[in-house]
């Protein structure tokens, strides 16, 4: 396993961090299949944890607390706040009334005193930058976060939360967490030279793609992955980008075995690649995607490899461009651009 540093914190963190979304009721997991993948994950050199409040409505914060019992000071320990908790209109966004209840909230299911990250799952156009900075720095002088990032930000977002960190002297976001993979490389464009602009620490999200970088999306077979249940539009081939995404998966199987790499060791060596990368999020569900992945701990790919994948998915594309995560909210809401 590869260790580098969290931005500039000074923390080091492994090339790969255990992601905890599919703890719980979405990833159907018990509490032993959490623990037992959590132990695996450590044993193989992994040592950053990360969750979300809304992972399972919660559940997945209390198996992470239940699992890290004991070895807390082990775990770089992240989670996040920001998307909804239910209907009511103020379980969610980034204001101070709510990120100071919720993070109480996440500390009890964890049954931990504080965490070392804490992450805005996403920008929220309603709350302003100072309103959650000014938050966020108290909640970490009262020692209850060690740092703060952000979470599929847009790059001038990212930029102007750095500005109003400044101007208002407030703590600043220290780490960016955007997906990333060979299939989805956007933030290439953007916010990969931002957060290398500002120090920051970034953790990519769905470096697999969703399973199709995994080997469970091959020409001529079912689609195997549990994702296709939830989002099936998402693996329906007959779209023109999910077509595009499959050929570009078996020009890139093929380029694998030739350097004598699976698929998810290419896909995880190919995010982990990019020196503005810190970490890559896995999200395993079973012992099996574990090991899978873990395989790719220490994968670096040749410069030839590399030019290979350009060759496959040019720098900055995405193959599937209505699924970005960061996409203004104008350019999703005709009533925003309009008089």
């Known amino acids: 396993m590869q260790y580098r540093t969290l931005g500039r914190t000074g923390i080091q963190v492994s090339s790969l961090a255990l992601g905890a979304m599919n703890?719980?009721?979405?990833?159907?997991?018990?509490?032993?299949?959490?623990?037992?993948?959590?132990?695996?994950?450590?044993?193989?050199?992994?040592?950053?944890?990360?969750?979300?409040?809304?992972?399972?409505?919660?559940?997945?914060?209390?198996?992470?607390?239940?699992?890290?019992?004991?070895?807390?000071?082990?775990?770089?320990?992240?989670?996040?706040?920001?998307?909804?908790?239910?209907?009511?209109?103020?379980r969610t966004g980034s204001s101070r009334r709510w990120l100071v209840t919720e993070l109480d909230n996440s500390l009890r299911r964890l049954g931990?005193?504080?965490?070392?990250?804490?992450?805005?799952?996403?920008?929220?156009?309603?709350?302003?930058?100072?309103?959650?900075?000014?938050?966020?720095?108290?909640?970490?002088?009262?020692?209850?976060?060690?740092?703060?990032?952000?979470?599929?930000?847009?790059?001038?977002?990212?930029?102007?939360?750095?500005?109003?960190?400044?101007?208002?002297?407030?703590?600043?976001?220290?780490?960016?967490?955007?997906?990333?993979?060979?299939?989805?490389?956007?933030?290439?464009?953007?916010?990969?030279?931002?957060?290398?602009?500002?120090?920051?620490?970034?953790?990519?999200?769905?470096?697999?793609?969703?399973?199709?970088?995994?080997?469970?999306?091959?020409e001529g077979q079912a689609v195997t992955t549990s994702r296709s249940v939830l989002m099936p539009g998402r693996f329906d081939t007959a779209v023109p980008a999910n077509r595009a995404r499959l050929d570009a998966v078996e020009r890139l199987a093929e380029v694998a075995a030739e350097a004598g790499l699976t698929l998810i060791q290419l896909a995880l060596g190919f995010v982990t690649a990019h020196p503005g990368v810190t970490s890559a999020l896995i999200g395993p569900r079973t012992p099996a995607h574990l090991d899978s992945q873990l395989a790719a701990a220490d994968t670096v790919l040749s410069a030839d490899v590399l030019d290979a994948i350009d060759a496959i998915v040019a720098p900055g594309t995405d193959l599937a461009p209505d699924e970005k995560n960061d996409t203004p909210p104008a350019l999703l809401d005709p009533a925003l651009r309009r008089r």
């Open 112 to 218: 931990v005193d504080h965490v070392d990250l804490y992450q805005i799952h996403r920008w929220d156009p309603n709350t302003g930058d100072e309103e959650t900075l000014a938050a966020l720095t108290d909640l970490q002088r009262a020692g209850k976060i060690r740092h703060f990032g952000s979470s599929t930000f847009p790059a001038y977002r990212i930029v102007q939360a750095q500005w109003a960190a400044r101007e208002h002297h407030l703590s600043r976001y220290v780490t960016e967490q955007p997906s990333y993979s060979i299939l989805q490389r956007g933030i290439e464009t953007h916010v990969l030279p931002v957060t290398e602009e500002y120090g920051l620490g970034v953790l990519v999200w769905s470096p697999l793609a969703s399973g199709w970088l995994s080997g469970a999306i091959r």
């Open 23 to 90: 703890f719980g009721a979405v990833g159907r997991t018990t509490q032993d299949d959490v623990t037992a993948l959590v132990d695996a994950a450590l044993e193989g050199g992994i040592n950053v944890i990360d969750t979300a409040d809304m992972y399972s409505g919660g559940e997945s914060e209390e198996m992470v607390g239940k699992a890290i019992a004991g070895r807390r000071d082990d775990i770089v320990l992240a989670t996040k706040a920001g998307l909804p908790m239910g209907d009511e209109p103020n």
